[in-house]
């Protein structure tokens, strides 16, 4: 079946303009997580949904970031007056179980570069 | 969870030798303990996970121990090939849902 997708791929955007990434679960999954990856970098957490009901937003680097779902389907992380380092690839997963007990699996990513 | 330790950082093996990654952990309620694996330009792709009632887990050169007294876990790749060449994180849950990763641990078998 299909797997995550996330749109668009590639994001390039001027300093201070708004985005807005999307983020399409596998059909089914009630969890949706979304990370921040900078180059040569680790995983950080963002936000993670259970449904469409976010328990812990505590990740989000600053006001600029929010997010939200839409029942248990497409996810929104929509950043603010983008900053240079902002810039990073963000990925979107999502699980069945809300738990936090099950295999999350990945979407390829959205490449968000600030200019 | 709450922060995760991941060690190395850089690991580099001949192939046919095994490779080991360490990781701790600080949430005690954690219960979920999963290792991906991330190729260059591709996405973080789950190769085994444990759980807290669990203390090692075997899938073919792949295995994941689990201390749950010292908070600490480790996998455990035998007889490495090229690639296996990739950079692998660790990463913890409790039952609410919240995961943190490990920093990763770029690991390079050379032939």
């Known amino acids: 079946g299909a797997g995550v997708s996330q749109s668009p791929s590639n994001k390039v955007t001027e300093k201070g303009k708004d985005v807005e990434l999307r983020c399409d679960p596998i059909?089914?999954?009630?969890?949706l997580y979304w990370y921040r990856q900078r180059l040569g970098q680790g995983l950080e957490f963002l936000i993670y949904f259970q449904g469409n009901s976010a328990p812990d937003k505590s990740g989000l680097p600053s006001d600029r970031f929010s997010a939200e779902r839409t029942g248990e389907s497409v996810s929104t992380l929509t950043i603010q007056r983008t900053q240079q380092e902002d810039s990073a690839v963000y990925l979107c997963?999502?699980?069945?179980?809300?738990?936090?007990?099950?295999?999350?699996?990945f979407g390829p990513g959205t490449r968000l570069t600030v200019l | 969870g709450e922060n995760v330790e991941q060690h190395p950082s850089t690991l580099s093996v001949q192939e046919g030798d095994s490779a080991v990654i360490k990781c701790t952990y600080s949430?005690?309620?954690?219960?979920?303990f999963p290792w991906y694996k991330q190729e260059l330009g591709k996405r973080p792709q789950l190769i085994i996970d444990?759980?807290?009632?669990?203390g090692e887990k075997k899938d073919q050169r792949i295995a994941v121990t689990l201390n749950k007294t010292a908070k600490h876990f480790s996998l455990h790749i035998t007889e490495t090939q090229p690639e296996d060449s990739a950079v692998y994180f660790c990463?913890?849950?409790?039952?609410?849902?919240?995961?943190?990763f490990g920093a990763g641990t770029q690991v390079v078998v050379t032939p």
């Open positions: 444990i759980r807290s009632n669990v």
């Open positions: 997963a999502s699980s069945l179980a809300w738990q936090g007990s099950d295999e999350q699996f």
């Open positions: 059909s089914g999954h009630t969890a």
């Open positions: 949430d005690s309620a954690s219960n979920y």
């Open positions: 990463a913890d849950s409790d039952s609410w849902g919240k995961f943190q």
